[in-house]
C-alpha cells in the first residue's frame, strides 16, 4: 500500500512551480572535490597487503608525525582502508562553513563500517584546496562472511558518507555580477516551460526585460547595484509559473534498490511473468571424535548447507494505456516486493512497453 499513497501524493501535484525550482541561476554554481585519504579503525575489514599505496600512506602519516619505521617494513593494513572522498562546495559558501563528504573505497576493503576518515585536503578542477574533511563514517551497507567462504552483502558497505564532515577553507566567487544580466538556466530544457518563464517575469515586472533564444536559458535584466541585484534575483526566484509537460520518468537506484515512478507513466499491452530465486545458506561445525586407543586427534571442521528454491512465479498483464495507479495496484494485490515491483518495471522498459524514460542511478 505504501507504493500506492506514493502515487496518490504524486497525482496531487501540480504543474505550477515557483522559477527557483524550474532553473539554475548562471553564476551560482556547486563545484566538486576530490581528495585522497586513509579510514582508520576498521575491525580487519581493511586492505590486505596487495594494497601497496594503503601501506605507504600509513608510512607517510606516521612520519608526519615523527614515528619512522626501519627501511623495508612492510605495513599490514587490515585496519586501514584507502579511500576517495568527494563533496559538492555550495555556491556561496564562506570559510568555516561544513558540507557532507561521500567516502569510497579505492583498495580491497570489505567494509568501512566503524572507520574514521583522518584529515584529507579536497580539491577543485584547478588543483587549490577549498575542504578539509575527516569525521566518522556513516555506512548503511553490511557484509558478513562464514568460516567457509559463504557470505551475504546488504547494500554496498565500502561506501558511506559523513554528514557535515568537511570545512570549507577557500572561498569560490559565484560570478552573479559579472554581467549586466542575469541567465536562468532550465534543469530540464523545455520549449514551453521558457516561454512560460519569460510570459510570468514581464507580466510581474510589467515590463519586456525577459527574453529567451532556445530551450534552456532565459536572459533577464537587471540592477547593477549588488544589494538590488540579490532582491532582484529574489523576487524572480519567487515568480510563479506553470511548467510545460515532461517525458514521465522512472528512477531505479541499483545501490538501494529504490524506484521512483513519476506520474503520467502508461503502458502498451504486455504480460509480464515473474518468479523468485531463493537461496539458503547455513552455517555449522562437523566434529571428527578418534576412538578411545586410537591414538588421533578431535579434530573440528566448518560445514555449510546451501539449497535452492524456486517458488511459483507470478504473471501481470496489462492492457494498452494503463496507468501508473493501475501497474502498483495489480503488484501490490500480490504481496510482490520493492524489489519486485523495480524487476517487472524494468523488464517492461527494456521491451519498449512504457512510455516513460528509464534511468538508472
Not at 571428527?288 to 586410537?294: C, E, R
Request: glycine share 12%; proline share 5%.
Amino acid at each position: 500500500m505504501l507504493l500506492g499513497m506514493w502515487l496518490a501524493c504524486l497525482a496531487g501535484l501540480v504543474h505550477a512551480q515557483v522559477v527557483g525550482n524550474l532553473v539554475n541561476v548562471d553564476g551560482v554554481r556547486e563545484n566538486s572535490l576530490v581528495g585522497y585519504g586513509i579510514v582508520v579503525g576498521l575491525n580487519g575489514s581493511g586492505d590486505g597487503t596487495q594494497a601497496k599505496y594503503t601501506g605507504q600512506s600509513v608510512t607517510n602519516l606516521l612520519k608526519q608525525f615523527g614515528v619512522r619505521l626501519p627501511d623495508g617494513t612492510t605495513m599490514r593494513a587490515r585496519n586501514v582502508a584507502a579511500v576517495m572522498v568527494s563533496a559538492t562546495f555550495p555556491s556561496g559558501y564562506r570559510k568555516g562553513q561544513t558540507i557532507d563528504v561521500t567516502v569510497s573505497s579505492l583498495g580491497d576493503a570489505k567494509s568501512l563500517r566503524g572507520g574514521t576518515l583522518l584529515m584529507t585536503p579536497l580539491l577543485a578542477a584547478d588543483g587549490e584546496t577549498y575542504a578539509l574533511a575527516q569525521g566518522n563514517l556513516v555506512i548503511p551497507g553490511l557484509a558478513a562472511q562464514g568460516r567457509s567462504g559463504s557470505s551475504i552483502t546488504i547494500n554496498t558497505p565500502t561506501s558511506g558518507r559523513i554528514p557535515g564532515g568537511a570545512t570549507i577553507e577557500q572561498e569560490i566567487s559565484t560570478g552573479l555580477d559579472a554581467t549586466p544580466s542575469v541567465h536562468l538556466n532550465l534543469k530540464r530544457p523545455n520549449f514551453q516551460t521558457a516561454t512560460n518563464i519569460v510570459d510570468a517575469i514581464n507580466r510581474n515586472f510589467n515590463r519586456p526585460i525577459a527574453t529567451t533564444l532556445d530551450a534552456t536559458s532565459v536572459q533577464v535584466a537587471a540592477p547593477d547595484e549588488p544589494t538590488s541585484r540579490v532582491a532582484f534575483v529574489a523576487r524572480l526566484i519567487g515568480i510563479k509559473v506553470e511548467q510545460g509537460s515532461d517525458t514521465p520518468r522512472i528512477v531505479f537506484n541499483s545501490r538501494t534498490g529504490t524506484v521512483v515512478i513519476s506520474q503520467g507513466v502508461t503502458v502498451k499491452p504486455a504480460v509480464v511473468s515473474h518468479g523468485a530465486l531463493r537461496v539458503t545458506i547455513s552455517e555449522g561445525t562437523a566434529v571428527s571424535q578418534p576412538n578411545p586407543l586410537g591414538g588421533g586427534t578431535t579434530v573440528a571442521a566448518p560445514v555449510s548447507q546451501l539449497s535452492v528454491s524456486e517458488p511459483g512465479g507470478r504473471a501481470f498483464q496489462w492492457p494498452a494505456g494503463a496507468s501508473l495507479q493501475a501497474i502498483v495496484d495489480t503488484i501490490n494485490s500480490t504481496g510482490a516486493t520493492p524489489d519486485d515491483l523495480m524487476a517487472i518495471l524494468q523488464a517492461l522498459a527494456e521491451a519498449g512497453a512504457l512510455s516513460g524514460e528509464l534511468v538508472v542511478i
